[in-house]
């Protein structure tokens, strides 16, 4: 009978244990980091392995374990960046200043304290994956000079190459034949009595800088070179390159100006025509070419075109040339496409200047597009001196896929299949056939499609008052800047431009502009400029020249720079330095070091697309102050500065368990490392959210019925022991 005391006895200390833990659970139901318990139960029997049977009562229950539950619990999102929770089966490890005494939570309220570091509410410091503390740095972020500017942009391919101005045209100018009084005074270009008129135009050197050119035209008072002619028409051309006369021939080679004599229009029979214009019949020189010594080369062009009274343009041809005296040949091969063609060293003008009476090179060079430039051979054959007339043989340059010229090509006017003629009435005026010239060039070479261009103005009645051009390609020319002013947009002189912040080594932003401009075959030169109109300052590279040259391949990939790249950097990466002063500092900013910098061009291209620019970025930065702490899923603890930057402060450590089941709480929703837990080990698949608590993982239904169980096996125990009292009592009273 007392053993059946002890078995109830047994069951209400269960019942009362299991009461005690949900009460425990419900009372932590709001506890952040919290895992719920349960009890966990075995039965008793008092007999020995040899003596049990299958007949032996038992001798009750009893606690064997009282098992924390590690299950997820719920994240709410707080307005404090410093509260974190876990998502995945892993601890917080937090230890006293000197980093001993670990203990492991999943309690993730943590602030600064008063000396930044990282700590929970009972003063425990929070572990970085070193297990040292983590502090976060709020000292200011120091500027940092700019190290690598990095680009990748696309370049198009079918940019052309710039060229100089290698002629100058006067279209439709006319010089009165019968001007009354040639100047009275010698010749000044402040005087404008020592001229009768003047025109004015820019023209461009070989670097791409423009120069003002002024032709001062003044009639002479005597008949030159034998000519005997009356009245004389002979006019001297006055040629004032910014503000310096030159005179043709080359330079320092002139003495005086270049003189234009012109002579009566006649008639097929020879006669003279009253009252007809003079037309130009030689110059002397025949070709008034100059040349002008601008900085490393030599400016070069020529004047043509000048007519007197008539209205031609462009080519003279002199009405009194005779037949020549050769066929003109025929092409002595043909092309891919089966077109006429001469190959390299067979043009007329090589092997039978006989064949024709007059040849011209069109001074614009016609691009194709790939960006090649071609010639345009022009030959006169003279069909005789009754009919004033001639024909027009255009041959153009083709080229192979280097670009590299490998014969000409005979081309025709649009729609025919014979050379153009061309003809002179008495009163000098052209007229042509076909009435334009308009041309295709259906195999320029290199790959490139076909090439459509004319011959203007041969056939042009316009009025006396004269137009000034200049040729040169439709594209662009580098100028070389001048006392600090940056490359010119009114005209173009470069084709394409971007630009970033970058920062000298006091961290004060400064303006870097590249500037890129195609300069031949798969070859592009980009310049640097570092600050602002008109004090911006062009950096040099490893040669102390100005300017980096990038190729490219065919398949437009970057394959190398000029200077090449000094080790360790590679294609497409260079150095920059910028100007400085007589002192050794920054012409950029005087305060601070030389402005250098590494220049990161190898993920560019050149395709045959717009050009673009996918990134452009530079690591350089000015000082900043901390305006916020950002913790990362992966832990990171990083702070932001008002410049842009980061500072990484460390990383959350976050560990587990063999067996988490082994860990032995200690309160504050802290648990210690045991035997049975094994040593921490570094989580994996576990991450951090930043502003967020995880919730106590109670389910609080679940526990209210587990108590009413309980509440009813305490009872039931209970009234066993009164059961059995009741029994005891009625032996008692046997007696």
Request: aromatic content about 8%.
């Amino acid at each position: 009978m007392t053993m059946s005391f002890d078995t109830a006895l047994s069951g209400v200390n269960a019942a009362s244990t299991d009461l005690s833990v949900i009460g425990n659970n419900v009372a932590n139901s709001n506890t952040v980091g919290f895992k719920f318990s349960r009890a966990e139960f075995a039965d008793l029997y008092t007999a020995t392995l040899k003596t049990a049977s299958s007949a032996q009562a038992g001798a009750g229950v009893k606690v064997t374990d009282i098992a924390q539950q590690f299950t997820q619990g719920t994240a709410t999102t707080t307005n404090n960046n410093m509260d974190l929770a876990i998502s995945g089966g892993a601890f917080f490890r937090v230890t006293d200043k000197n980093s001993l005494n670990p203990l492991y939570t999943r309690d993730g309220a943590f602030h600064l304290n008063n000396t930044n570091y990282i700590v929970n509410a009972q003063g425990q410091y929070l572990s970085s994956t070193g297990q040292a503390p983590i502090l976060v740095d709020q000292g200011d972020y120091p500027a940092s000079a700019t190290a690598t500017v990095s680009a990748a942009m696309n370049l198009n391919a079918a940019e052309v190459a710039p060229v100089a101005t290698s002629s100058v045209n006067l279209t439709n100018l006319r010089l009165n034949a019968q001007d009354p009084v040639p100047p009275a005074f010698p010749f000044s270009t402040t005087n404008a009595n020592s001229y009768n008129f003047k025109n004015s135009t820019t023209i461009y050197d070989t670097a791409g800088i423009p120069h003002s050119v002024t032709m001062y035209f003044a009639k002479a008072n005597d008949a030159q070179d034998g000519l005997t002619w009356s009245p004389p028409n002979a006019w001297d051309t006055h040629v004032v390159i910014d503000g310096h006369e030159v005179y043709p021939g080359a330079a320092g080679i002139g003495t005086a100006p270049g003189r234009i004599v012109f002579a009566p229009a006649v008639n097929a029979a020879d006669n003279l025509v009253s009252g007809a214009p003079c037309v130009c019949q030689s110059t002397i020189p025949w070709s008034l070419a100059y040349e002008y010594g601008v900085g490393s080369a030599p400016l070069n062009f020529s004047l043509n075109g000048v007519v007197n009274g008539a209205t031609q343009s462009s080519i003279t041809l002199d009405t009194k040339q005779a037949l020549p005296g050769n066929p003109f040949p025929a092409p002595s091969g043909t092309d891919a496409l089966g077109s006429p063609f001469y190959p390299v060293g067979s043009l007329p003008s090589d092997t039978d200047p006989s064949s024709y009476s007059a040849a011209f090179d069109l001074p614009k060079l016609i691009t194709d597009s790939n960006g090649v430039a071609h010639t345009a051979h022009l030959y006169f054959v003279s069909n005789g001196l009754s009919t004033n007339s001639w024909t027009l043989h255009t041959l153009v340059d083709e080229v192979n896929s280097s670009g590299l010229v490998v014969g000409a090509q005979e081309v025709f006017p649009n729609g025919t299949t014979t050379p153009a003629q061309i003809s002179v009435d008495s009163q000098g005026i052209f007229s042509t056939q076909p009435a334009s010239f308009q041309y295709t060039l259906l195999n320029p070479g290199g790959g490139a499609s076909a090439l459509n261009f004319s011959i203007p103005e041969l056939n042009n009645n316009g009025d006396i008052s004269p137009t000034i051009t200049q040729d040169g390609n439709a594209g662009t020319t580098w100028v070389t800047p001048a006392n600090g002013k940056l490359p010119s947009t009114n005209p173009p002189t470069y084709d394409y431009t971007t630009s970033t912040t970058i920062y000298d080594s006091q961290g004060n932003p400064q303006l870097a502009s590249l500037y890129f401009v195609k300069t031949g075959i798969n070859t592009w030169d980009v310049h640097t400029f570092v600050g602002s109109a008109p004090n911006a300052q062009e950096l040099t590279n490893s040669n102390n020249t100005k300017g980096v040259s990038l190729t490219f391949n065919t398949n437009g990939a970057l394959i190398g720079t000029v200077p090449a790249p000094v080790p360790p950097y590679t294609s497409g990466q260079f150095t920059l330095v910028g100007p400085v002063t007589a002192n050794g500092t920054s012409a950029i900013n005087a305060q601070s070091n030389p402005v250098t910098f590494t220049m990161d061009l190898s993920k560019s291209t050149q395709f045959g697309s717009p050009y673009s620019v996918s990134s452009l970025t530079q690591d350089g930065c000015s000082s900043g102050q901390i305006t916020g702490i950002n913790i990362g899923t992966d832990g990171s603890v990083m702070s932001t500065f008002s410049n842009g930057k980061t500072r990484n402060n460390g990383q959350v450590a976050l560990v587990d368990f063999p067996s988490v089941q082994g860990l032995t709480p200690v309160g504050n929703t802290e648990w210690a490392q045991s035997t049975a837990s094994g040593a921490p080990i570094p989580a994996t698949g576990s991450t951090v959210q930043a502003g967020a608590l995880e919730g106590s993982n109670v389910d609080l239904t679940a526990q209210l019925v587990k108590m009413i169980v309980s509440q009813r096996n305490f009872q039931s125990n209970a009234q066993v022991i009164s059961a059995v009292d009741t029994l005891l009592q009625t032996i008692v009273n046997l007696r």
